[in-house]
């Protein structure tokens, strides 16, 4: 089992849709949490940090749930300009575990 | 600022060639990293380092050596290129510190014939 899981997608959506995506890790003793995005052949880009509170940066929130050991993206009003893949990023020490990402495709 | 950056962008090589992946940073972050990028795997870590002078294995090391001479420079070496070691990688920096999100390089696209 892969230490941190992601749905692959694609999803496809269309404009102005709601559209959330769920990341698991295995890592109970897991610290640190991020949401990535990266367009095609380029290098991933911090989205946001995801903090035990919940967090909140404009149409974008993310979820920690420790409990269950998942973290949540929602994004809100989607835009075209959101196609891309996502990535959730756990970390523990200095030991930063990638999901292979979920796609996302916004249509007109 | 900027920021990290890798050489080559591209590079082919012949299995059993040799050759370097160069990284600097300038945000004088103590941590740097090397991962790999394959399709459905997500990115994998090969090696970092928490400061000058040390280094050590991530996830799939085998095949790569490092060294981290300052604490701008991490330098990534593969010795005997295989094929397996097609891929697209990233070399990526970040501030110590629990929650400090990691610092991307624009990637160099490996091909080892």
């Known amino acids: 089992r892969k230490e941190v899981e992601q749905d692959p997608g694609p999803f496809n959506v269309p404009e102005g849709a709601t559209v959330a995506f769920n990341c698991t890790y295995s890592?109970?003793?897991?610290?640190?949490f991020f949401w990535y995005r990266q367009d095609c052949r380029k290098e991933p880009k911090l989205l946001m940090s995801?903090?035990?509170s919940g967090n909140e940066d404009g149409r974008f929130t993310a979820q920690l749930n420790r409990a269950s050991q998942y973290i949540s993206l929602l994004i809100r009003d989607s835009k075209l300009s959101d196609s891309a893949t996502y990535l959730c990023?756990?970390?523990?020490?200095?030991?930063?575990?990638f999901g292979a990402g979920t796609r996302l495709t916004v249509k007109p | 600022n900027a920021g990290v950056t890798q050489t080559p962008k591209f590079q082919v090589l012949k299995t059993g060639q040799s050759m370097t992946l160069q990284c600097a940073q300038d945000?004088?972050?103590?941590?740097m990293s090397w991962y790999r990028q394959d399709p459905g795997m997500g990115l994998r870590l090969i090696h970092y380092?928490?400061?000058?002078?040390?280094?050590d294995q991530g996830e799939v090391p085998n095949g790569y050596n490092v060294s981290r001479s300052t604490t701008e420079d991490f330098p990534l070496r593969l010795l005997s290129a295989a094929p397996s070691q097609t891929s697209v990688y990233f070399c990526?920096?970040?501030?110590?510190?629990?929650?400090?999100?990691?610092?991307f390089g624009n990637g160099t696209r490996l091909t080892v014939t």
């Open positions: 990023v756990v970390g523990r020490n200095n030991d930063m575990r």
């Open positions: 890592n109970s003793a897991s610290q640190s």
């Open positions: 990526a920096s970040r501030r110590t510190g629990y929650n400090s999100p990691l610092h």
């Open positions: 945000m004088n972050h103590e941590y």
């Open positions: 995801v903090y035990s």
């Open positions: 380092s928490v400061g000058a002078g040390i280094t």
